[in-house]
């Protein structure tokens, strides 16, 4: 069984950044696409970056220029760096992984909320 533990979400101030990390955790696992969505307030879940294993990376326009989706192969763990935050980043922030088996996990999810 895999899970997966988000943090550093909190409240900033537009204009500003933050990191999310995504701790996944457990055996015979080999993650093949690691992404994170964005649940924003009466929204449904979408996502905002993808990486592949092979390095390929995908952001969404939303976050496009303001993302950078990153991978500690050794801790097992995920980052988001977000800058120039805008109210609308606001959401609960997922981490998901599948892996090479196909089987997906998602975290619980972490609230970001953006505003002065």
């Known amino acids: 069984q895999v899970q997966l533990v988000e943090s550093g979400g909190g409240l900033v101030q537009p204009g500003g950044s933050l990191r999310l990390s995504c701790a996944a955790s457990?055996?015979?696992?080999?993650?093949?696409?690691m992404d994170w969505y964005r649940e924003a307030p009466g929204k449904t879940r979408a996502l905002v970056a993808r990486?592949?294993?092979?390095?390929?990376?995908l952001y969404t326009e939303p976050v496009k220029g303001r993302a950078i989706i990153s991978m500690n192969n050794a801790k097992n763990t995920a980052y988001l760096q977000m800058s120039r935050l805008k109210p609308e980043d606001t959401g609960v922030y997922f981490c998901?992984?599948?892996?090479?088996?196909?089987?997906?996990?998602w975290g619980q999810g972490i609230q970001v909320t953006v505003s002065s």
């Open positions: 457990g055996s015979g696992f080999s993650i093949s696409v």
């Open positions: 998901k992984i599948e892996d090479i088996s196909g089987s997906q996990y």
């Open positions: 990486s592949f294993r092979n390095g390929q990376i």
